[in-house]
């Protein structure tokens, strides 16, 4: 049945109610993930197979049929189910770890279903998690939460820009007030502190946050795991969601289809409700390129994050949103792996980003400021060219800046190396230089031959032109860059940047050859690209109403729009708590 659009005052109700009540489970701790067996891991995507676009009726809630909607062919309902749950959470990191806690505490008979395999079939020998983990387990753990709900979901409303509906801002907002609360009752470790939003002069940013640190790396997605664990919740490794089964009359859903092992199709039951936690689209090439303001981008986290959830979704009438968001900067990033590394932001030695033309554009330390934001900057478009004048722009530093430190962060080291396969960047960059990621001159003309000399995939040859299919150099002037280098270093000797205001104790002279440059590219640690989703976690179809019996949490879908909260962790536990407890509060339909 399609459930009517409660309103913000129902749900605030049923959430202190599910708060008031929620009980962690009595299950004994043990190894008792369903760990599937295949060492082979699966790559597969949720598109399996073509299907054409037909036309099908949409049901209102009075049974008469509104209009007709172009969709893909519904996958047929099956008469025999392979498995079958209440819920049937469809992604294993950060938000559907909450999910399955909060739905299972909330009564529901839980299934997890995870694409990548569980880390005992990879031979991986005292995992600190079963499995999963996607980019949760990852992160750096910082997890500011909102904690006056009015200024709180006026930010979020504003730096989304207006697309997040309000409803769905005061839904956020309200939860994550509770955040602590919740932290501390599953025995979570978190330590709070002072903070503002990143843009303090948008209305709510100087107050509606807290600061929050959770331990960073994969010690949340463990303490997690480990709840999940306790309460006996099967987890289906290796099984990627591939498809919705949707009732074609009321457009309930139904089920998921899966493919276990890359072999065993299931057809999977579910008897209240699905949510898609599959994370974003941070690594689907043609969802990013359609849709993101910059391009390319590149990540670092989780690469089984390929808009799973967007293409599943969609196919049974779900409206996207988000498309372009993201919590991205700068990053260096190299063709041979998939993701990216870290910022390159040295500590205090003399350095400069400059563009494709090597010119200054910005006071360089605001990336520090504006550390999920800062992409927006590289947006600059030469129409007369026509091209982006930021993509990429280029590191430059001097001898005695590569000495001092690895520029970038490389392998966290904790995830087996098919799942990051990246090496650890050198301490002193040399190995990096060696690998020809970063180019080398003894005065700016050499360093500028080099540059000009190497192959930056995308750049097509002499005319800074982005070309998918290039794999070609930039064509910077060297008169071009000597003159930035000169102005800036006649800034450090002033104590003054003029044109940029790059503070004072910054400006370190690049001064000491060789110099060096690396390209960097818009990127990050998140996209945000999704399901539309209502303030009860519901998808959501293009008049918004809820497809029925389908929610999504975490980064698939998240409310930020176009500006970054920077607190994802926040959202994936207030929001895997909505959608937990809506999910699990649904009347079965079988
Ligand atoms: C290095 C790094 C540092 C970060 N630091 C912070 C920080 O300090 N603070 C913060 O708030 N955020 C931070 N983030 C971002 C944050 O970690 C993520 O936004 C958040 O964890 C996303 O959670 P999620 O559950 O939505 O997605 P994920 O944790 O990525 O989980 C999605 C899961 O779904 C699985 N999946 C995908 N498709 C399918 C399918 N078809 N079927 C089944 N399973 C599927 C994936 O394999 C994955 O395990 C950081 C990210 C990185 C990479």
């Known amino acids: 049945m399609t459930q009517d659009k409660s309103s913000f005052k129902d749900f605030r109700v049923s959430r202190r109610n599910f708060l008031g009540t929620a009980a962690i489970g009595a299950a004994a701790i043990g190894g008792t993930a369903l760990a599937a067996s295949a060492l082979k891991p699966n790559f597969a995507s949720a598109a399996l197979g073509a299907q054409s676009a037909k036309g099908i009726a949409e049901v209102r809630g009075d049974g008469k049929v509104s209009r007709v909607v172009s969709r893909a062919a519904p996958l047929p309902v099956p008469s025999n189910w392979s498995q079958v749950a209440d819920v049937v959470i469809v992604g294993y990191g950060g938000a559907g770890a909450v999910t399955a806690i909060t739905a299972y505490d909330a009564g529901a008979n839980v299934l997890v279903l995870e694409k990548t395999p569980s880390y005992a079939s990879l031979g991986v020998t005292n995992p600190a998690i079963t499995g999963g983990g996607g980019s949760t387990s990852m992160n750096a753990g910082n997890a500011t939460y909102v904690k006056d709900p009015l200024n709180g979901a006026n930010y979020i409303y504003q730096q989304s820009w207006g697309n997040t509906p309000m409803a769905v801002c005061e839904s956020l907002a309200w939860m994550e007030v509770e955040n602590p609360a919740w932290l501390t009752q599953m025995g979570i470790k978190y330590t709070l502190s002072s903070t503002t939003g990143e843009f303090p002069t948008l209305p709510g940013g100087a107050l509606g946050f807290g600061g929050m640190s959770l ?28 498809d919705l ?9 139904l089920g998921v289809q899966a493919l276990a092992n890359n072999s065993e199709v ?24 359609d849709n993101m303001r910059v391009y390319p981008a590149h990540f670092y986290g989780w690469q089984f994050c390929t808009g799973d959830s967007v293409t599943m979704a969609s196919k049974v009438g779900a409206a996207m949103w988000h498309m372009g ?3 991205a900067r700068m990053v260096p990033w190299f063709p041979q792996y998939p993701i990216a590394f870290g910022t390159c932001a040295p500590g205090q030695h003399g350095w400069i980003y400059v563009d494709k033309n090597g010119n200054r554009y910005a006071d360089e330390t605001e990336i520090s400021t504006y550390s999920h934001n800062w992409w927006i900057k590289l947006s600059d478009f030469d129409l007369t060219v026509p091209q982006y004048t930021r993509i990429p722009s280029f590191i430059i530093f001097d001898e005695t800046c590569r000495k001092a430190a690895a520029i970038t962060s490389g392998s966290n080291g904790q995830l087996p190396v098919y799942l990051d396969p990246r090496p650890v960047w050198s301490s002193d960059n040399s190995a990096e230089i060696t690998r020809g990621w970063i180019q080398s001159g003894k005065d700016i003309p050499t360093l500028v031959a080099a540059m000009n000399s190497t192959a930056y995939v995308g750049m097509t040859p002499g005319t ?16 071009t860059l000597q003159a930035t280098l000169n102005n800036y270093n006649g800034f450090c000797t002033a104590g003054v940047d003029t044109q940029f205001g790059r503070p004072k104790s910054a400006l370190i002279p690049i001064v000491t050859p060789p110099f060096y440059a690396m390209p960097l590219w818009p990127g990050g640690p998140s996209a945000f690209g999704g399901p539309v989703r209502n303030e009860k976690g519901q998808i959501c179809d293009a008049d918004n109403n809820p497809i029925p019996r389908l929610y999504t949490a975490g980064e698939s879908g998240s409310t930020d729009g176009m500006l970054s909260l920077g ?7 207030a929001f895997g708590r909505i959608s937990g407890s809506n999910a699990a509060s649904e009347n079965p339909w079988a």
Do not use: C, H, W
């Open 215 to 242: 331990a960073s790396g994969n010690v949340f997605f463990q303490q997690l795991d480990a709840l999940v664990q306790k309460r006996n919740i099967p987890i289906l490794f290796n099984t990627p969601a591939t």
């Open 245 to 253: 089964f949707q009732d074609p009359t009321t457009g309930e859903i």
């Open 266 to 289: 299931l057809n999977i039951q579910a008897k209240k409700a699905v949510v898609l936690t599959t994370g974003s689209i941070e690594y689907n090439e043609t969802m990013k390129s």
């Open 325 to 327: 968001a993201m919590s």
């Open 464 to 479: 800074n032109n982005y070309s998918p299919a290039a794999n070609t150099a930039v064509n910077i002037n060297p008169a």
């Open 567 to 573: 607190a994802n962790n926040a959202q994936i536990i």
